[in-house]
């Protein structure tokens, strides 16, 4: 005869002997003999950041934009002019800005923006998209450092020659691809979307003002838009509010 298809057992029937019962709803199963019970959920760990710079936005700003957008809590040491030659032996390379994490200090503005921007979620999602991010930053930075060569030039006469290309050649030509890069990627410089490119060039904007001694962005709609729609982000926003009022 053909083997028959036992019937289920009904609804709340006791379990067969040596069978355990299965669990109420809501109840956790019972643990196997020598089964550990499951780990608590880890607390998520805290790190202490302290930045230190001097009392002006200038290189340390898209940083602080950073841990504004991130609502992460730091220490914005602001060091004076006098403070300083005391303290410049115990920094990394013997300049600022420098950031401490868990009591270790580092380096470079771009690296620690980097690295800040990957604690607060706004870095690519491959990387060929965190390539063309840093491909926006580094030509952000280098247009920055071709402006201070000729801001920090001390000799005048050198310095009005080296003005007349800043102005009627290299503004332009790095303001122009900045706008269109804009352009082409939906109101940002980088991926179509809000990225830390977006937030670094916010960020040093105003630096770049104070070295020219003019509003950069008045005939570039494009990252005009850029600035203020950083700016008008809520926890950056709270931070241009609050911050002390500096010339740089």
């Not at 303290?87 to 580092?106: A, H, N, S, W, Y």
């Not at 939906?186 to 960020?203: E, I, M, R, S």
């Not at 005939?219 to 203020?228: E, I, W």
Request: aromatic share 8%; charged share 25%.
């Amino acid at each position: 005869m053909a083997d028959e298809a036992q019937a289920p057992p009904a609804e709340g029937a006791p379990a067969a002997e040596g069978e355990a019962a299965p669990p109420a709803d809501g109840e956790a199963a019972p643990l196997a003999e020598g089964e550990a019970p499951p780990a608590e959920p880890a607390e998520p760990i805290k790190h202490s950041y302290t930045l230190f710079y001097f009392n002006v936005k200038a290189l340390a700003e898209p940083l602080r934009y950073l841990f504004a957008y991130g609502a992460i809590e730091y220490e914005d040491v602001r060091v004076t002019r006098d403070e300083w030659p005391a303290l410049k032996p115990t920094m990394p390379m013997g300049q600022m800005p420098v950031l401490e994490v868990d009591g270790k200090r580092v380096h470079q503005s771009i690296s620690m923006a980097r690295f800040l921007a990957k604690t607060v979620g706004l870095c690519g999602s491959t990387p060929w998209e965190d390539l063309q991010i840093d491909i926006v930053v580094d030509t952000i930075n280098d247009f920055r450092l071709k402006i201070a060569v000729v801001s920090y030039e001390p000799e005048d006469e050198i310095k009005e020659k080296k003005l007349v290309t800043l102005n009627a050649e290299v503004i332009p030509f790095y303001l122009e691809k900045l706008e269109q890069t804009v352009k082409d990627n939906d109101g940002h410089l980088a991926l179509g979307k809000l990225t830390w490119a977006d937030v670094y060039f916010a960020g040093i904007c105003d630096y770049m003002n104070y070295m020219v001694k003019r509003d950069l962005l008045e005939p570039y709609p494009a990252l005009r838009g850029v600035v203020d729609a950083i700016n008008a982000l809520e926890p950056i926003k709270a931070w241009i509010e609050k911050r002390p009022v500096t010339e740089v």
